[in-house]
């Protein structure tokens, strides 16, 4: 049972990571409808900045801000310099260049830092937890305490305040917004920023959860993303994150278990195949 | 304060080789409902949106309040006062009612960086964007869905939400079409009361009995041109509006 319990947290912690991640995409989608696959680079570029700055200053709250400014600034560059001139095409014209990007920052990566995996050896300052023969580690515990802060935070600003309600216009339609007198554009800007930075808190907790970074550790995010805002309804956040937290939980639980000899990263296309057989709009997607 | 609120001069608008707005010319004096008639593609909607800034003129010039507007960005043409609504019904469907004219009169704010914490459900914000819902009707409705509603409540919905931008000028493109008779005439009296209260109106309509009755002027498009501009009995008895525009000089009379 203490097992069993254990397992279920630590894919609840995977899982909220994979919340983390999914977050920017699918914010970026609701406003967009771009495919924003290169969001896993700016999660890649997070991890490296991060480390960087903690090497540097030693202070992880410092690598996590500075990490967060420079991913902001990268997502936003993202948006006005590649997505932005690429609007008038077809979809699938910046989904190439989106993929473009994510696969230049790897390389960009392997050239600056090296092919080697680089180690994060930070203690985050969150406490272990004893239960009843259940351990929390202070790293899971961290993930559980910022993800939940984090979702906290993007639920008040979308909710309570004008900088959420312009958001969700110009998600529904930029032109009207901009009829309405609201600068979509900055607002898509905005949304850039609030997704990048996200990824940069996720890809520090991924390089001090497994205490590795590496140039292709966005890759498996990137594709595992874009399932999972399939699976929860394009668009739709909070099915991001019920669809993150479920794969999560069901990878551990099935590599903990179940004796299958199926790669665990399978399972969020399984699950993807299943949704779009199904419920073509995802968990929570509306049609 | 004679000049006119908005001077439109010259005004072209080509796509490729199609000219949809094709060299006009005309003022909104303030204070009037101007309407702006014509048959199906005679350039109206396009006229709007080069107002509004959702194109830009391939030639000529619109000042509003003396003020070059042509090539300024939509939402900062909104932010001078300048409200619209369109002629297919485009709510914010999956915000409510009231968020939706809400999302309208944050206006104030987003021309600067936005207030990231300034809760848009502070009293004096919501106090106003209800009243405006009063105005046009809907309060009841206020936490409803936008998607929900029926045609005839999502052109009020509209003009709500254009009301909360319009501090001057607010543009109705057939906010009339598709609804029933009584709905009609209450939108007349809205839009009447409306220009009581110092707006000047801009509309486009199709419903010549309407455009007749409710507007002070009259200008009449026909392929991107003007064709006729004056007062309602003026304009019914051109010659050359009656025959591009309503037929023959006997259905004019019946119209």
């Known amino acids: 049972m ?18 983390l991640v999914t977050l920017g995409l699918a914010l970026v989608y609701g406003i967009m409808r771009i495919l924003h696959v290169a969001h896993a680079a700016v999660y890649t570029i997070g991890a490296y900045v991060g480390l960087l700055f903690f090497n540097l200053t030693g202070s992880l709250l410092l690598a996590v801000l500075g990490s967060m400014a420079v991913c902001a600034l990268v997502g936003v560059a993202i948006e006005r310099f590649v997505y932005f001139p690429l609007l008038k095409y077809p979809p699938f014209v910046p989904l190439i260049a989106s993929i473009a990007i994510l696969l230049s920052v790897e390389e960009l990566c392997r050239l600056i830092a090296g092919p080697q995996i680089l180690t994060f050896n930070a203690k985050l300052p969150f406490p272990d937890f004893h239960l009843s023969g259940v351990t929390v580690t202070s790293t899971i515990t961290a993930v559980y ?13 979308t909710t309570k305040t004008e900088l959420g309600l312009a958001m969700r216009a110009a998600s529904q339609d930029m032109a009207v917004a901009d009829a309405m007198g609201i600068n979509s554009h900055l607002i898509v800007s905005v949304t850039f920023v609030i997704g990048s930075a996200i990824a940069a808190v996720a890809g520090i907790l991924v390089g001090i959860y497994f205490n590795q970074v590496y140039p292709t550790m966005g890759a498996i995010p990137a594709y595992k ?26 990878e551990t639980l099935l590599i903990g278990y179940a004796n299958i000899p199926l790669p665990r990263d399978a399972l969020a296309f399984i699950a993807m195949i299943g949704v779009l057989m199904w419920r073509s709009q995802g968990l929570l997607g509306s049609r | 304060m004679n ?4 001077e439109i001069t010259g005004l072209s608008k080509h796509f490729g080789g199609l000219r949809a707005v094709d060299g006009v010319s005309f003022d909104i004096r303030r204070g009037e409902i101007l309407g702006l008639l014509g048959p199906n593609g005679a350039g109206k909607t396009v006229c709007f949106n080069l107002i509004s800034g959702v194109y830009k003129p391939t030639a000529g010039q619109i000042s509003f309040d003396g003020q070059r507007t042509d090539g ?8 001078l006062g300048i409200g619209r609504t369109f002629q297919i019904v485009k709510p914010f469907a999956h915000l409510t009612v009231l968020e939706n004219v809400l999302a309208a009169r944050g206006i104030a704010h987003y021309r600067h960086l936005p207030k990231i914490w300034s809760s848009w459900k502070t009293s004096a ?6 009243s405006l819902l009063e105005r046009v009707g809907l309060s009841e409705l206020a936490d409803r869905l936008a998607g929900l509603l029926p045609l005839g409540n999502l052109r009020r919905l509209e003009i709500a ?16 079409s598709g609804l029933r008779h009584e709905e009609i005439t209450q939108i007349e009296a809205l839009i009447r009361s409306i220009r009581a209260d110092g707006l000047t109106v801009l509309l ?21 041109r003007k064709l006729a501009e004056g007062r309602p009995a003026e304009v019914r008895a051109s010659e050359a509006v009656i025959e591009a525009y309503l037929g023959r000089k006997g259905s004019a009379h019946a119209a």
């Open chain 2, 72 to 79: 300024l960005a939509p939402h900062v043409i909104a932010g």
């Open chain 1, 145 to 157: 305490c910022i993800t939940a802060a984090v979702l906290l935070l993007l639920w008040f600003i």
């Open chain 1, 225 to 250: 993303t874009l399932a999972l805002i399939v699976v929860g309804g394009l668009g739709s956040v909070p099915g991001a994150v019920v669809a993150s937290l479920l794969l999560g939980m069901a």
């Open chain 1, 2 to 19: 203490a097992l069993f319990l254990e397992q279920l947290l630590n894919g609840l912690a995977t899982g909220s990571i994979y919340a």
């Open chain 2, 161 to 176: 939400r254009a009301l909360a931008v319009a501090r001057t000028l607010l543009l109705l493109d057939e906010s009339f």
């Open chain 2, 125 to 130: 914000e919501r106090r106003e964007a209800l």
């Open chain 2, 204 to 224: 486009i309509e199709h419903n010549m009995r309407v455009a007749m009755g409710l507007c002070d002027r009259l200008i009449v498009l026909d392929h991107g």
């Open chain 2, 3 to 6: 000049r006119p609120l908005l």
